[in-house]
């Protein structure tokens, strides 16, 4: 993992959100591209992207990519109009569900070994994959690239699910702790609906991120800044995710004879 060199607080955020910004400009322009696409699902990390690529001026267009209902039910729906609405940005929606449904391998009698919580994860976890495929459908036909949304937090305890919100073409805030991302949110005035609720994967109804890991971002933020998180068992389950997900992290395996 890359070593962090730089810290995001409320005196210099303005001059990072400035760097930030002119570095998507920057890819996109030398990649000759029109801009990006992101997939916003009304949390704070797609939603500080959004803003970050507004204010830079960048070309984005957002694509919303609910299952079903879900994000109406979660109140998610409500949270992305509010913050598209407050900053007037392009977008399409795009029920994922058809899609999903018909690649879910419904006969348990296929892998009877497979445990329950591997089969329920193995199928929330192709939510995300789709995801991925309409975005990356919208930029090839829009000349864009795929901007990703994922933090250093995340990256940490390899919460992403690979070849899903883990795939994209330029990362903003790869390098960023959870609370940095907070700092950026407050600075770009994203919406306190959004700011104050729980951050979530929606990989099913009622999940929240540090329920299912079981650790909190403000520990893992203290991990990466101070080498600990100020709790042993925290410590111990941030370093057996790190060593579980590593596969998630490195270049894929090739025979070179």
Known sequence: ????????????????????????????????????????????????????????????????????????????????????EKFRFPYHTFDIKPAVDALTISDPSLFPSAPRADAELSRAN?????????LYEVAQLDRRFVIGTGNLAEATVGYFTKWGDGAHDLNPLAMLTK???????????????????????????????EAELGITYNQIDAYLLE????????DRKIEARRALSAHK???IPVFEG
């Open 1 to 84: 993992m890359k070593t962090k060199s730089f810290v995001i607080i409320e005196q210099n955020v303005a001059d990072y959100a400035g760097k930030i910004g002119a570095w998507i400009r920057e890819k996109v322009e030398t990649a000759n591209r029109k801009g990006v696409v992101l997939g916003l699902s009304g949390g704070i990390d797609s939603s500080v992207v959004a803003r970050l690529c507004q204010q830079a001026k960048v070309d984005i267009h957002l694509v919303l990519l609910p299952y079903g209902d879900d994000m109406k039910k979660t109140g998610s729906m409500g949270h992305v109009m509010e913050f598209i």
């Open 126 to 134: 192709l939510r995300p994959r789709v995801r991925m495929t309409y």
């Open 179 to 209: 609370k940095e991302v907070y700092t950026l949110a407050r600075y770009l005035q994203v919406p306190g609906s959004i700011i104050d609720k729980q951050p979530s994967a929606g990989l099913w109804e009622g999940q929240t991120d």
């Open 227 to 234: 080498g600990t998180s100020g709790s042993a068992e925290a």
């Open 249 to 251: 992290a490195e270049s």
